[in-house]
């Protein structure tokens, strides 16, 4: 069974500040990791990928892959109250099925 | 921009009745699923579809369920005879064909059944 686990939250951070979550994954032979918002009640939103190793840096938001570890990270910078929602880790192994992390609820305090 | 497009938003049935639900995937897209969403639970794979046929399929995906894509832009998920637990969220989604390239989802039909 390969599983992505995050943890459930809530997590809760003032405005300006940097919003950390987490994504951790059991298939090593995974190819390629996305993170996606989702606002309650709507669809995942890509918020952006990851295939190598490092990290990758887009707007306020960098996603950082680490292999040897099985872990994926998602950093917002300047969080901001839009921000708020359910962030989603998404890993694809070597077929076509993308599994999905119960999702991260983030909560942005004005 | 393209977007995956469903309908319709919200489906109620009865118990045992057949339902059909609708996507058009965004034109030069390749790869087609559907996923489904418990209220407060994870996003869970039902199916992909792919050349006309199905590539994969999960546990949930038992002899109720079965796609097809009728016509060049439409991809449907029929369930036969539905019960009370497939009520969900079920999200229509599509990626072009490079390997590593990205689901984009559709908005989503909120079937209740009764």
């Known amino acids: 069974q390969k599983e992505v686990e995050q943890n459930s939250g809530p997590l809760s951070v003032p405005e300006g500040a940097i919003a950390s979550l987490n994504c951790t994954y059991s298939?090593?032979?995974?190819?390629?990791f996305f993170w996606y918002r989702q606002y309650s009640g709507k669809s995942p939103e890509l918020i952006m990928f990851?295939?190598?190793?490092g990290d990758k840096e887009d707007g306020r938001f960098t996603a950082q892959l680490n292999k040897a570890s099985q872990y994926v990270s998602l950093l917002i910078r300047d969080s901001q109250p839009s921000d708020s929602a359910t962030y989603l880790c998404a890993v694809k192994s070597t077929g076509n099925q993308f599994y999905f992390g119960t999702g991260t609820s983030l909560t942005v305090i004005p | 921009e393209p977007e995956v497009t469903q309908t319709p938003s919200h489906q109620v049935t009865q118990m045992g009745q057949e339902v059909i639900l609708r996507c058009v995937p965004i034109s030069n897209h390749l790869y087609f699923y559907w996923y489904r969403q418990i209220l407060g639970q994870k996003v869970e794979f039902l199916v992909s579809?792919?050349?006309?046929?199905?590539?994969?399929k999960s546990e949930i995906f038992d002899d109720q369920f079965s796609v097809e894509r009728p016509d060049g832009s439409n991809f449907t998920l029929k369930i036969r005879s539905t019960k009370l637990e497939d009520s969900a969220m079920y999200f229509c989604?599509?990626?072009?064909?490079?390997?590593?390239?990205?689901?984009?989802f559709g908005n989503g039909t909120r079937l209740t059944v009764t």
């Open positions: 989604a599509s990626r072009v064909s490079s390997y590593n390239s990205p689901l984009h």
């Open positions: 990851i295939y190598s190793n």
């Open positions: 298939d090593r032979g995974s190819q390629s």
């Open positions: 579809f792919y050349n006309n046929e199905i590539s994969e």
